[in-house]
């Protein structure tokens, strides 16, 4: 069964003080890694699509990893506004166009 | 640029209520179309999903049903809701013909069963 384990499930950091977030994966036939952020009582933005081993996106301060077993979202210098949820989520070979979530890190950054 | 509605966006409904949210995309064609709910604490599950008018699966057996009836347009509903009914529902969609499988998301729509 595919699944997804996202840690820390919270994380507070100072400003300017770099961390990452993991995303480990179990899939069937990776066809996509995916990263969102979500705002309290907002939709999930897209942020990046992974969808091989050694494949890197970068945005602004955000810059995400992949590799055969997990993800990684790497949060350089981060600024108050950075603060949210960041979700991962999978899409495997055997599911058809069914994104499987992580349960979020919920990010603080205090200035 | 494409765009995605969802309303109302917030609802406070009593138990054994029907309910009717909906979803609709603009700047895009044959979308494929996705309903998730979103409870408390948990993360996002996938209801429903459509890649044409009328077709709708299910990935979850519960109270809830789904319906396609125009191209851009996707519609939650229930004939009788329960109190486990309560959460966050989000409409995504998707480019139907593309090796991107991207889903985007829309603002959601908080339901409250009373």
């Known amino acids: 069964e595919d699944q997804v384990t996202q840690s820390p499930e919270a994380l507070r950091l100072q400003e300017g003080e770099s961390s990452s977030l993991n995303c480990s994966y179990t899939?069937?036939?990776?066809?996509?890694l995916f990263w969102y952020r979500q705002d309290p009582g907002k939709g999930p933005e897209f942020l990046f699509t992974?969808?091989?081993a050694g494949e890197e996106k970068e945005k602004e301060r955000l810059k995400a990893t992949l590799t055969k077993k997990e993800s990684f979202l790497h949060i350089t210098a981060p600024k108050p506004e950075d603060s949210a949820t960041y979700l991962c989520a999978v899409l495997g070979s055997s599911n058809t166009g069914k994104l499987i979530f992580g349960q979020g890190t919920t990010l603080q950054v205090k200035p | 640029s494409q765009t995605i509605h969802q309303w109302p966006a917030t609802l406070v409904q009593p138990v054994g209520s029907p309910l009717s949210l909906e979803c609709t995309v603009e700047g895009t064609s044959n979308p494929n179309l996705y309903w998730y709910r979103q409870a408390a604490g948990r993360g996002l599950q996938l209801l429903f999903y459509?890649?044409?008018?009328?077709?709708i699966s299910s990935e979850v057996p519960q109270n809830l049903s789904a319906s396609r009836p125009q191209d851009r347009q996707f519609i939650l509903s229930s004939k009788k809701l329960l109190l486990s009914d309560s959460g966050f529902y989000l409409c995504?969609?998707?480019?139907?013909?593309?090796?991107?499988?991207?889903?985007?998301f829309g603002p959601g729509t908080r339901l409250l069963v009373l």
């Open positions: 459509s890649v044409g008018i009328g077709q």
């Open positions: 992974l969808y091989s």
């Open positions: 899939v069937s036939g990776l066809r996509g």
């Open positions: 995504a969609w998707s480019p139907r013909d593309s090796s991107l499988e991207t889903q985007y």
